[in-house]
Each structure stands twice: as structure tokens, then as C-alpha cells.
T-cell receptor
Framework: SQQGEEDPQALSIQEGENATMNCSYKTSINNLQWYRQNSGRGLVHLILIRSNEREKHSGRLRVTLDTSKKSSSLLITASRAADTASYFCATGAGGTSYGKLTFGQGTILTVHP | DAGVIQSPRHEVTEMGQEVTLRCKPISGHNSLFWYRQTMMRGLELLIYFNNNVPIDDSGMPEDRFSAKMPNASFSTLKIQPSEPRDSAVYFC?????????????FGPGTRLTVL
């Protein structure tokens, strides 16, 4: 079963608006990552946040992590039509499964020009 | 670097045929992952290797699926015999897990259609 559950499943916004996607998970993690997938392509890594971090920024991306609530959010500011894609959260457990990631079901983001 | 390379990009076959998917990871990466993606089940981890050794194959759906990694630069995922329900996009990903990051790099995928 998938560790991460994204919410909402689909999000439709206008260019220039902010987009917020949420991810919840069940077990302890070492880190949480967000990936993007354009239609028909492979996933591309966006940002990683470690379990001892609470917030991280990268360009127009802002990720938060609340380990007490086992949840994370991805905020894309000033969205563009080119941001249209599916976004997945993935959790890494560390330890003997250090390289393994468990992906959520994804959020489909549509940004209208 | 060329990134993760997968072949073929598209495969159409008939039920009962053997299918072999291929993957070349990024040079220097020591972990390799095979995923399957469908609309119904999302992205599923099938198996992963560390230093060419299979670590976790609990996601392999059944005995019809097998994966090998004979060396650090090549892996195969074989389905024999194939069934229509195997139709999906199969992704290979590689990474170099370390203290800094265990970011995975994905290939473009192989779209498999079993008729």
C-alpha cells in the first residue's frame, strides 16, 4: 500500500495563483521528497526535506513538514501554465531501506493560462 | 550524463509472449529501482537492487515477473508469460543513496501494451 496520500487528487487554478498540495504518511521517515511528472514522462525530483527540518524553499517552491502530524505540504507560488503536471510525495525510511522511496498517489495540477 | 536509459520506449505484444524491458542506470549510481504505473494502482515499486544485489522484491506481482542486474550498468525486467493486466508504464530509476540525499533519477519509461 502507498505510504503517502496526497490531497487533493486534482487541483485546477489560474495562472498566477498559488497551488498547495498536501501529503500524509503513516510511519516514521528519514526524509520526504516531492517529484513532478509531466504527461508521458518520468518523474523528476523537485525538493527534499529531512525529518529534522520544518520548512524548505527552492525558487517558487516551499515545502513544510510536520512530523508530529505526519504530513507535508508543497506550495507553488505564482503558478504558470508550465507547472501543469502530476505531483507526488515520496517518503524515505532510512536504515536498511535507505535508498527506497514510497510514493503517494499524486495530485494532478492544472494551471490555466 | 545521458540520464537513465530505458528500452524499448513502447512495446506492444500479445498475451502469452515474453517481454523484456531494459534499463541502464546513471553511471556511478549503486541503487536501481523498477516501478510500474497504472491509473488504477498508481506508482508501485516492484523490486530494487543495491550494488547489483536484489534487496526487496516484495512488490513483484507474481512468478511471471523476474528481474536481474548482471552488472552495475544494466538491468532487465522480464515478464513471461505476459497478460493484458500487465499493461502499464514501467519505470526504472537509479540513485546514489548517501547522507546528503537519496534522490532518485527516473528514466522515460516503457509503455507496455499486452493485447
Amino acid at each position: 500500500s502507498q505510504q503517502g496520500e496526497e490531497d487533493p487528487q486534482a487541483l485546477s487554478i489560474q495562472e498566477g495563483e498559488n497551488a498547495t498540495m498536501n501529503c500524509s504518511y503513516k510511519t516514521s521517515i528519514n526524509n520526504l521528497q516531492w517529484y513532478r511528472q509531466n504527461s508521458g514522462r518520468g518523474l523528476v525530483h523537485l525538493i527534499l526535506i529531512r525529518s529534522n527540518e520544518r520548512e524548505k524553499h527552492s525558487g517558487r517552491l516551499r515545502v513544510t513538514l510536520d512530523t508530529s502530524k505526519k504530513s507535508s505540504s508543497l506550495l507553488i507560488t505564482a503558478s504558470r501554465a508550465a507547472d501543469t503536471a502530476s505531483y507526488f510525495c515520496a517518503t524515505g525510511a532510512g536504515g536498511t531501506s535507505y535508498g527506497k522511496l514510497t510514493f503517494g498517489q499524486g495530485t494532478i495540477l492544472t494551471v490555466h493560462p | 550524463d545521458a540520464g537513465v536509459i530505458q528500452s524499448p520506449r513502447h512495446e506492444v505484444t500479445e498475451m502469452g509472449q515474453e517481454v523484456t524491458l531494459r534499463c541502464k542506470p546513471i553511471s556511478g549510481h549503486n541503487s536501481l529501482f523498477w516501478y510500474r504505473q497504472t491509473m488504477m494502482r498508481g506508482l508501485e515499486l516492484l523490486i530494487y537492487f543495491n550494488n547489483n544485489v536484489p534487496i526487496d522484491d516484495s512488490g513483484m506481482p507474481e512468478d511471471r515477473f523476474s528481474a536481474k542486474m548482471p552488472n552495475a550498468s544494466f538491468s532487465t525486467l522480464k515478464i513471461q508469460p505476459s497478460e493484458p493486466r500487465d499493461s502499464a508504464v514501467y519505470f526504472c530509476a537509479s540513485s546514489l543513496p548517501g547522507l546528503a540525499s537519496n534522490e532518485q533519477f527516473f528514466g522515460p519509461g516503457t509503455r507496455l501494451t499486452v493485447l
